[in-house]
Nanobody, 125 residues
């Protein structure tokens, strides 16, 4: 069974940083895309960032461009989301997901078939 284990969420003050980790077991990622989504109360699950595993091609939603960075560690089979300059509006549950193949840009949650458990990110003002 494929498992995505997410860690790194927490409570930070506005302007602070967090790094989320998503460690994948049970799957090699050379032909996959991994992504981060967020979901705030009463909102749809929204795309944050993605990376095509093999070549490291990345995509970001407009609100996080310049603040968040998605990157991978091939040896650890792990994808990270470095979150800097956090804002209260970033508060949400963040999910890691994967899909087979590549994407050409930001994608919808329905394109991803395997999900981690989510981790709460709370940014206080």
């Amino acid at each position: 069974q494929v498992q995505l284990v997410v860690s790194g969420g927490g409570l930070v003050q506005a302007g602070g940083s967090l790094r989320l980790s998503c460690a994948v077991s049970g799957r090699t990622l050379s032909s996959y895309t991994m992504a981060w989504f967020c979901q705030a109360p009463g909102k749809e699950r929204e795309f944050v960032a993605a990376i095509n595993w093999s070549r490291g091609r990345t995509y970001y939603s407009d609100p996080v461009k310049g603040r968040f960075t998605i990157y991978r560690d091939n040896a650890k089979n792990t994808v990270y989301l470095q979150m800097n300059s956090l804002k209260p509006e970033d508060t949400a549950v963040y999910y890691c997901a994967t899909m087979f193949g590549v994407i050409a840009g930001p994608a919808g949650a329905s394109q991803f078939d395997t999900w981690g458990q989510g981790t709460q990110v709370t940014v206080s003002s």
